[in-house]
């Protein structure tokens, strides 16, 4: 088969704030040398040819998170960004945070200053990241969507590229008649920022050994709905954070609720994926959340208009992988640049992005592009402010590990011992599947009954991904790789009770009646309503799922999250 191939200087995969931010502040260093030596009279740069590669049809349609955002990256990358149009939802006018029980509310009388967001903005990453990939566009930048990199090319450790997927092969894995192979990309570098749990990120960890002498990633997943309100009744730029119900202690997470106008509310929550209940179902958990008396009030008259989910890396500094390789950077979400304790990642996504090409202009001054040229990326880090707030709360998420109670006085320390825990100054961390309990440790008497959706306030899964926008060709080869389904109806069945079925937010996986023998089940997996949250590539206890991308464009189409 001929593939087309196409050779860029850099290629960033993965149009999020990192790669965006890394691609603009790339060319504009490049712009920058190119002024200064034609004025010193030294050699300028080549034209760069400086990509970025989304598996989306359009920028933003899979971009989601929280969102409050610190503009302090975004103003070092673009410093007259408010003036150019940035799309700022509101600025944050007030801060609350409660503990939350069943039907009451603890408001602490002062806001932890991790969670303290004065002068912080309200967004929405997907126009965000619509609003830089114009910049990008703007400053020469080849923004390819549609374009899903699905390999690693190596010659041997180098990394030399990625392979987009293919189009146009059926569900048997035929090629269908408007088959079109996919390109294999080259660059001189890539930066990988394809999210959390990133597919090549995943394939590259394993056989670069860049996770090796680091603490395992753990994850929560973030579910979110956008409601539309009467008029008045949502606050513009207030911003809620709850903790406990309706998770139980033991669990980490929280909710949030953010203003975006007068009428519109974020409401989302988050749940850790190092859940020991196999039960723990994060969709489920925002439903709940939004009973309680102090949302529903927020709520009331209201009707959701987007939903979304993804996974979020929580396992900070100690988390966070080799950075480079040869031919190679990481970046953003898939490399852990996020902060649980602030609940914010944006600002450490552009940021990294920045670093990463910051280091790449000096690979391609030297033309150098080795790992061990490669490596002062690492350096620029833990020099930057990024790193200094990371080590900051290298011990965040592991304080949690003794449930919520614990982790408030433990966290409380460590916030004034600039990261220190009282139990040591570098814990160990714990990949969240190994901590799940069998179902009949955690409920001996059966699985807990689910919440019922009242079809006003809560909604079942299946109304929640019509609002997420999904839609996938249905005649693909199943995105989802389930190495051995038989352990789903046996082994997985008794011990864990399908937790697939919970922890998917999106009704992806089901147990149905097996036909072929009487009395058993068998899984179904209903691929096309797949969100690209990558919870089951995280969460199954087997860890036998591995989330592949499917054809380019398919997947969510996300408004306004
Ligand atoms: Fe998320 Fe996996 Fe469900 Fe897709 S199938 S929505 S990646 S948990």
């Not at 260093?29 to 590669?53: D, F």
């Not at 569900?171 to 749990?197: I, M, N, S, Y």
């Not at 003794?402 to 433990?410: E, H, K």
């Not at 919440?451 to 839609?471: E, N, P, R």
Request: aromatic share 6%.
């Amino acid at each position: 088969m001929e593939r087309e191939v196409l050779e860029f200087d850099v290629q960033f995969v993965g149009a999020g704030p990192a790669g965006l931010a890394g691609a603009i502040h790339l060319a504009n260093l490049a712009a920058k040398q190119r002024e200064t030596a034609a004025a010193a009279g030294a050699t300028p740069l080549p034209e760069l040819n400086i990509a970025v590669l989304e598996k989306s049809a359009e920028v933003g349609a899979h971009g989601i998170s929280g969102a409050v955002m610190d503009p302090r990256a975004l103003r070092e990358l673009l410093p007259d960004y408010a003036s150019q149009g940035c799309p700022i939802e509101s600025e944050v006018t007030g801060d609350d945070v409660y503990i939350l029980f069943e039907r009451s509310a603890f408001r602490l009388p002062l806001v932890p200053p991790a969670l303290q967001n004065h002068g912080n903005a309200v967004v929405s990453l997907g126009d965000l990241t619509r609003w830089l990939a114009k910049q990008a566009e703007d400053r020469g930048v080849l923004i390819a969507t549609e374009t899903p990199a699905q390999t690693p090319l190596l010659d041997g450790e180098r990394v030399l590229g990625v392979r987009s997927g293919d189009k146009g092969v059926d569900k048997h894995g035929q090629r269908k008649p408007a088959f079109q192979p996919g390109a294999d990309c080259l660059a001189k570098v890539t930066v990988l920022c394809e999210g959390p749990r990133g597919t090549l990120g995943k394939q590259l960890e394993e056989r670069l050994g860049l996770t090796r002498d680091r603490e395992p990633q753990v994850y929560a997943t973030g579910v979110k709905e956008l409601w539309e309100v009467p008029a008045g009744k949502a606050q513009k730029g207030r911003v809620l954070h709850t903790m406990n119900w309706p998770l139980p202690a033991s669990t980490f997470g929280g909710g949030f609720i953010y203003g975006l106008s007068d009428s519109l509310w974020y409401v989302g929550f988050v749940t850790g994926l190092d859940a020991r209940d196999p039960t723990s179902d994060p969709h489920g958990n925002l439903q709940r959340f939004k009973t309680h008396p102090l949302v529903s009030a927020l709520l009331e008259g209201g009707k959701p208009l987007s939903y979304g989910a993804k996974a979020i890396p929580e396992g900070g500094w100690y988390a966070i992988p080799r950075l480079y390789a040869d031919g190679l950077l990481l970046a953003g979400d898939t490399a852990g640049f996020l902060n649980g304790g602030r609940l914010k990642g944006i600002h450490l996504a552009i940021k990294s992005g920045m670093l990463a090409a910051e280091q790449v202009f000096d690979c391609l001054l030297a033309n150098d592009f080795s790992a061990a040229k490669l490596a002062g990326y690492e350096k620029r880090v833990a020099e930057s402010w990024a790193g200094a707030e990371l080590k900051g709360m290298r011990n965040f998420h592991q304080a949690f590990d003794g449930g919520l109670w614990a982790a408030l006085p433990r966290t409380g320390f460590q916030m004034i011992m600039g990261g220190l825990d009282p139990l040591g100054d570098h814990l160990k961390g714990h990949a969240g599947h190994e901590r799940m309990a069998k179902l009949r440790d955690v409920h001996p008497g059966g699985k807990p009954a689910p919440l019922k959706a009242d079809g006003k306030l809560t909604f079942d899964k299946l109304a929640d991904v019509y609002l997420s926008g999904t839609l996938h060709e249905e005649d693909q080869p199943v995105h989802l790789l389930v190495a051995d389904t038989s352990v789903c109806a046996t082994k997985c069945r008794e011990e864990y009770g399908n937790p697939c079925q919970h922890f998917c937010p999106a009704s992806v996986y089901e147990m149905v009646p097996d036909p072929a023998k009487e009395g058993a089940l068998k899984l179904q997996i209903n691929a096309s309503n797949c969100v690209h949250c990558k919870t089951c590539d995280i969460a199954d206890p087997y860890q036998i799922i591995t989330w592949v991308t499917p054809e380019g464009g398919g997947g969510p189409n996300y408004k306004r999250l």
